[in-house]
Nanobody, 126 residues
Framework: QVQLVESGGGLVQAGGSLRLSCAASERAFSRYTMAWFRQAPGKEREFVAAIAWDGVTTGYSDSVKGRFSISRENAKNTMYLRMNSLKPEDSAAYYC???????????????????WGQGTQVTVSS
């Protein structure tokens, strides 16, 4: 069974940092676009960041650009999200996703991804 597993979430004070990891079960994910989405209680799932298979082409939502950094190590089948200057409004369950998609618009749509992790909780206290 293909799996994506997130880790690294936790409780942090405002202004602090966390690094999330997403481990893929299959080497084939090295050819997929991968992304992070988040969902807070009572809110819709929203795009956070995406990275292409080349590990260079990236995209970020306006709310996190300049604070978060997405990266991947295909040899380790792992993707990362470094989160700096965290704010209480960043609190959410964070999900990693993978799919064969590209382009500015498509890579920001949850429906474009067909593999998802179980989520890891990030809570930022004020």
């Amino acid at each position: 069974q293909v799996q994506l597993v997130e880790s690294g979430g936790g409780l942090v004070q405002a202004g602090g940092s966390l690094r999330l990891s997403c481990a893929a079960s299959e080497r084939a994910f090295s050819r997929y676009t991968m992304a992070w989405f988040r969902q807070a209680p009572g809110k819709e799932r929203e795009f956070v960041a995406a990275i292409a298979w080349d590990g260079v082409t990236t995209g970020y939502s306006d709310s996190v650009k300049g604070r978060f950094s997405i990266s991947r190590e295909n040899a380790k089948n792992t993707m990362y999200l470094r989160m700096n200057s965290l704010k209480p409004e960043d609190s959410a369950a964070y999900y990693c996703a993978a799919g064969l998609t590209s382009g500015y618009y498509s890579t920001r749509q949850a429906s474009e991804y067909n593999y998802w992790g179980q989520g890891t909780q990030v809570t930022v206290s004020s």
